[in-house]
């Protein structure tokens, strides 16, 4: 990776999603612990912080927050308000990246007094480098400034950016909820294993690896998803009566109907902290 970080990068919030980034950066040699100053109030996790990355972890934010090239939002969003107020004589000079669902670059504008701000919304498999996260820039946000941002989150996963803020709520609906469909699928399909007579164990090991896999095959494939599944089901075979029956219960519509159900309630969380 050639393009360089902005830094020092400050953390307001030092949780799960933070320490993924924290911890992803320094392990590729991107960044040393001496560039990284995170806010977090909770002792437990200010020590776990230290312990871990060996970085300046605070209790609350000072003027060395006014050195900070970048400012990463990781707070949960209903605290926002309450994190941002004393630090907003600090950080108006920086780039922000906020991964917090539902708070607009209108509000974390006014909280911080900037107008270079990029939304994302990350999902869980980030903490194991294995997530995809959707982005939105401000207008006044440069293409360099994108890229650094691409550099940050690349520890991460993957990256998408959308052209409209409003798109957010769908990628929150899709990827950022979408890992829980996931395992509600799974934790159905080891049912069935253990139905069928193999151990819970056994049905959560052949039901992951499958889905793993199918997902492996879908990305690496040129092929539609559409097609790779007419692939699999053989007319009269055992896949075809599997997807029959879910085409009889009505799964296909029930999952877009969850689907869109996730993106107007991430609408609503919006309008509600955002």
């Known amino acids: ?53 060996g970085l300046d972890a605070l209790a609350a934010g000072d ?8 400012v990463v939002w990781a707070v949960k969003p209903q605290l926002f308000g309450e994190a941002a107020a004393p630090l907003k004589a600090w950080v108006g000079g920086a780039l922000h990246l906020s991964v917090m669902a539902g708070i607009t670059t209108a509000s974390l504008g006014r909280a911080t007094g900037s107008t270079r701000i ?7 498999p980030a903490l194991i480098g294995q997530g995809i996260a959707g982005l939105f820039a401000c207008p006044d946000v440069t ?22 803020e409003a798109d957010l709520d769908a990628v929150t609906a899709l990827s950022g909820s979408g ?22 164990e056994q049905g959560r090991q052949l039901s992951l690896a499958t889905c793993a896999g199918a997902a492996a095959l879908g990305l690496a494939s040129p092929e539609s998803p559409t097609v790779l599944r007419e692939r699999v089901t053989s007319k009269g075979g055992t896949t075809y009566a599997a997807i029959t029956s879910m085409q009889a219960d009505g799964v296909d519509a029930a999952i877009r109907r969850a689907v869109l159900a996730a993106q107007r309630r991430a609408a609503e969380l919006g309008a509600e902290f955002g």
């Open 63 to 70: 003027a060395r927050l006014a050195q900070a090239a970048l």
């Open 118 to 124: 990029v939304r994302s919304m990350p999902n869980t």
């Open 179 to 200: 890992p829980a469909y996931f395992f509600l699928m799974v934790e159905s399909m080891m049912a069935a294993a253990v139905e069928m007579g193999l151990t819970a």
């Open 1 to 53: 990776m050639n393009t360089p970080l902005l830094t020092p990068i400050a953390f307001i919030g030092g949780g799960n999603m933070a320490s993924a980034v924290i911890g992803g950066l320094l392990r590729s040699g991107l960044l040393q612990p001496s560039q990284v100053l995170v806010v977090e109030p909770h002792a437990p996790q200010r020590d776990k912080l230290r312990a871990d990355f």
């Open 143 to 164: 293409a360099a400034e994108r890229a650094a941002i691409d550099a940050v989150l690349a520890p991460t996963g993957r990256t998408l950016w959308v052209d409209r």
